[in-house]
């Protein structure tokens, strides 16, 4: 996961990924690319996870064969920063 985490801001940070469907419509010599944007990397994991693509999935496949994929691509655009919180001080 690229989650990343700065010491000096104490802060981690989430970037945008997207999540593709990569396929071939060989009568027309194109390779399209379907697409969702996701503000984390685990929310475009769940999509897969949870199958929540594969019936388009599947229907490409049907209609333009097997040379299909599909993946989650995590950019370095940042969607967020998540600073964590203060913790109270435990007395002593």
Do not use: W
Request: with cysteine; aromatic share 14%.
């Amino acid at each position: 996961m690229k989650t990343r985490y700065t010491e000096t801001m104490n802060t981690m940070i989430e970037f945008f990924t997207i999540l593709f469907i990569d396929y071939e419509v060989p009568e027309y010599g194109a390779a399209p690319m379907a697409s969702i944007v996701y503000a984390t990397e685990d929310h475009c994991q769940q999509a897969m996870d949870r199958g929540l693509a594969d019936p388009i999935y599947d229907h490409l496949t049907g209609l333009y064969s097997n040379d299909i994929m599909m993946f989650c691509y995590v950019t370095d655009t940042v969607s967020t920063y998540i600073r964590p919180r203060a913790r109270p001080m435990e007395n002593s």
